[in-house]
């Protein structure tokens, strides 16, 4: 199947940094990634819609000044949680599709631990 | 945002058993989707159902997308020691996938 990057796959930051994670296609064009949060021993909840070359499209409940999300390229979207605080500590996964979404399966990025403390 | 109904929440099994999990939703999906995640990963897709009706295989797993459209089930057989993870489906409808609960395996050697 593709394959999707995600870097970092763990990072810890202070309180009130930003942190960037970044989710590739490395051998696909991905013109929609998904975003997902996931706490421990729980489903994937999904944050954000992201197509490339316009505004991602978030979900009842997600802050989007908090969540900031770029879709710059068709291989390339990124992630930033904005003045991160503990309860921003979570799994937060992307998946990408490989294109019309009718028949196409999603595959995911191996994940990123953000652990804020 | 809306979930569906995954089941059961855990199971604990012998190796070699047979395992049966199943998923179910108020709502219609288009396809039929069946993940397993191991831990600090992100799920790996296992079987994808497009087909009301449709039955698939892919080794030891089978899974059907319920005539309905509002369900569909997993089963694995012969369970072996590497099938121990938590498993999901999810349903899409859209570009939008739902997920279940989740199911944790565990395979007792």
């Known amino acids: 199947g593709a394959v999707v990057s995600q870097h970092p796959s763990w990072v810890i930051c202070k309180s009130g940094t930003s942190v960037k994670i970044e989710c590739r296609s490395l051998?696909?064009?991905?013109?929609?990634m998904f975003w997902y949060r996931q706490f421990p021993k729980q489903s994937l909840m999904l944050m954000a819609t992201?197509?490339?070359?316009?505004?991602?499209?978030?979900e009842q409940g997600v802050e989007k000044d908090k969540f900031l999300i770029n879709h710059a390229s068709l291989t390339l979207s990124t992630l930033t949680v904005t003045s991160a605080h503990p309860e921003d500590s979570s799994f937060y996964i992307c998946s990408a599709t490989t294109g019309p979404l009718l028949n196409t399966e999603a595959f995911f990025g191996q994940g990123t631990r953000l652990t804020v403390v | 945002g809306q979930q569906l109904n995954q089941s059961p929440q855990s199971m604990f099994i012998q190796e070699g058993e047979d395992v049966s999990m199943n998923c179910t939703s108020s709502s219609i999906f288009n396809t039929w989707l069946w993940y397993k995640q191991d831990p600090g990963e992100g799920p790996v897709l296992l079987i994808a159902?497009?087909?009301?009706?449709e039955l698939t295989s892919n080794g030891r797993l089978t899974a059907q997308f319920g005539i309905t459209r509002k369900d569909s089930f997993l089963n694995i057989s012969a369970s072996i020691p590497s099938d121990v993870g938590i498993y999901f489906c999810a349903g899409r409808m859209g570009g939008k996938l739902t997920f279940g609960q989740g199911t944790i395996l565990t395979v007792h050697p």
């Open positions: 051998d696909f064009q991905a013109t929609t």
């Open positions: 992201s197509n490339e070359g316009s505004k991602a499209t978030y």
């Open positions: 159902l497009y087909k009301a009706g």
